[in-house]
């Protein structure tokens, strides 16, 4: 059985998010992660959109953590998005000795000449953006359980990253509300666009959940074609029906 699929898979929580997707575009979110680069490995919150490498055959286990409600978008289309697969990495990692001898040496070029700070602190800040721990702990439900994040397969869009208005946070402005939405705000430029053509799954977590979604997708046809809007209501499927079935 293939470990990798030709679908990414995008989790949400919630019907109405799955539904505002279908009306917008994928819009980074701010998202609390250990900093790699951080002594301490303090958390930070950081723009992104998340995907999973994931057959539907194993997802069960990823709903629990990430929602019951899904699109599944064309792997081909990713790519050409700039979404890539990230890297993961433990503490013995060369890697991450590597990266802070970049960060060191970007700060220290920037007490040289200040204008090239905003530049180069961004691409390696963008590059630790793009690590994840091979294994760690993760909070759910006010719950802490230590989890291999490397079994997620994750692939990731970053939005450029801006060390001047800096449209990433530390978690203690993160858990400022007003702060976090502002930041979100700004990062809504840097969304991704997508076509119906590209949606390979649309999931919602329950039987009864199909039909209201066609018709969502038939009031929002002002922005997809009829014929489009009518192939993608055959894509959708339920998380009852795929833990049935797969």
């Known amino acids: 059985m293939a470990i990798s699929a030709n679908t990414l898979?995008?989790?949400t929580s919630r019907y109405d998010t799955l539904i505002n997707i279908l009306k917008s575009r994928f819009y980074p979110r701010l998202c609390l992660?250990?900093?790699?680069?951080?002594?301490?490995?303090?958390?930070?919150?950081i723009p992104m959109v998340c995907f999973c490498d994931i057959p539907l055959s194993n997802i069960a286990e990823y709903t629990q953590k990430y929602g019951n409600y899904a699109i599944g978008v064309k792997k081909t289309w990713a790519i050409e998005q700039g979404i890539t697969p990230i890297l993961y990495v433990h503490d013995n990692s060369s890697f991450i000795g590597q990266g802070l001898d970049a960060l060191?040496?970007?700060l220290e070029l920037?007490?040289?000449?200040?204008?090239?700070?905003?530049?180069?602190?961004?691409?390696?800040?963008?590059m630790f953006f793009m690590m994840k721990p091979y294994e760690g702990y993760q909070e759910r439900g006010g719950k802490r359980k230590k989890v291999r994040f490397?079994?997620?397969?994750?692939?990731?869009?970053?939005?450029?990253?801006?060390?001047k208005k800096f449209n990433f946070l530390?978690?203690?402005q993160f858990n400022d509300k007003a702060q976090r939405e502002s930041i979100n705000s700004f990062n809504e430029q840097f969304g991704i666009s997508f076509n119906p053509d590209v949606i390979n799954y649309l999931i919602v977590e329950k039987e009864d959940e199909i039909v209201p979604l066609m018709r969502e997708l038939h009031s929002i046809k002002g922005n997809f074609s009829y014929n489009s809007v009518e192939l993608l209501s055959s894509?959708?499927?339920?998380m009852d029906r795929i833990r049935e079935d797969f």
């Open 9 to 11: 898979l995008h989790f």
């Open 33 to 45: 992660e250990r900093g790699l680069w951080h002594p301490g490995n303090k958390r930070w919150a």
């Open 104 to 106: 060191k040496w970007s």
């Open 110 to 126: 920037s007490e040289k000449d200040a204008k090239h700070l905003s530049g180069r602190l961004a691409q390696v800040m963008s």
């Open 150 to 163: 490397y079994d997620e397969r994750e692939w990731r869009y970053i939005p450029p990253i801006d060390v």
């Open 170 to 172: 530390t978690e203690e």
């Open 235 to 238: 894509r959708i499927i339920s």
